[in-house]
Structure formats: structure tokens, C-alpha cells
């Protein structure tokens, strides 16, 4: 079982930033893919950015150039610092991790920008 814990959602205005993490614990394997992802209220959950052990990133088009996801393999940490924040950046966001067996969520974390 591996756990994962999101944590620096708020509210921010628009322009702000906030930086997210995700610490993950359990048995987590050598190789493994984390990522974060978000929900808005009244629509599909959807990709904002992935980052494999090595460090390989891949970002949704609507984020590249204000995201930047990152992480600490020692630490089993993952972040995603966010700037230049817009209101359609509201939702909540969930840490995933995938690895060989099923892949796991954490229960997200609320981010509210304000115009």
C-alpha cells in the first residue's frame, strides 16, 4: 500500500502563486511515475503535469511556462510551484502515483484562485 498526502492548496488572487506537495509513503517502488492532477467543480479530472524518478516532466499545455513540478526521490516528495495563477486554475488538485500494480491517489487539495 502506498499513501499519499497533498498538502499548500488556498486561496490566492490571480497573478499569485502557491506551491503544492505530495508526500508519499508505503511501498513505493524504484521505478515510478508521480504526477498532479486536477478537478474543477462540474468537470473531468485532467492532467496538469507528470515527472518520472529520473526527472523526465511533461506538462498540460494550459500550465507550461507558470508550472513547474519537481522532486525528491530521498524524501519521496513531490512538488508543483505555481505561478502567475488564473481563476480557471481553481480546482482540486491530486498527487498520483503509478508504479508496476495499481496506482494510487491522494485525497487532493483545494486551490482557489480569485479574479
Known amino acids: 500500500q502506498v499513501q499519499l498526502r497533498e498538502s499548500g492548496g488556498g486561496l490566492v488572487q490571480a497573478g499569485g502563486s502557491l506551491r503544492l506537495s505530495c508526500a508519499a509513503s508505503?511501498?513505493?517502488?524504484?521505478?515510478?511515475?508521480m504526477g498532479w492532477y486536477r478537478q474543477a467543480p462540474g468537470k473531468q479530472r485532467e492532467l496538469v503535469a507528470t515527472i518520472t524518478r529520473n526527472n523526465w516532466t511533461n506538462y498540460a499545455d494550459s500550465v507550461k511556462g507558470r508550472f513547474t513540478i519537481s522532486r525528491d526521490n530521498a524524501k519521496n516528495t513531490m512538488f508543483l510551484q505555481m505561478n502567475s495563477l488564473a481563476p480557471e486554475d481553481t480546482g482540486v488538485y491530486y498527487c498520483?502515483?503509478?508504479?508496476?500494480?495499481?496506482?494510487?491517489w491522494g485525497q487532493g487539495t483545494q486551490v482557489t484562485v480569485s479574479s
Open positions: 508505503g511501498s513505493i517502488r524504484s521505478i515510478n511515475t
Open positions: 498520483k502515483l503509478q508504479q508496476v500494480g495499481p496506482d494510487y
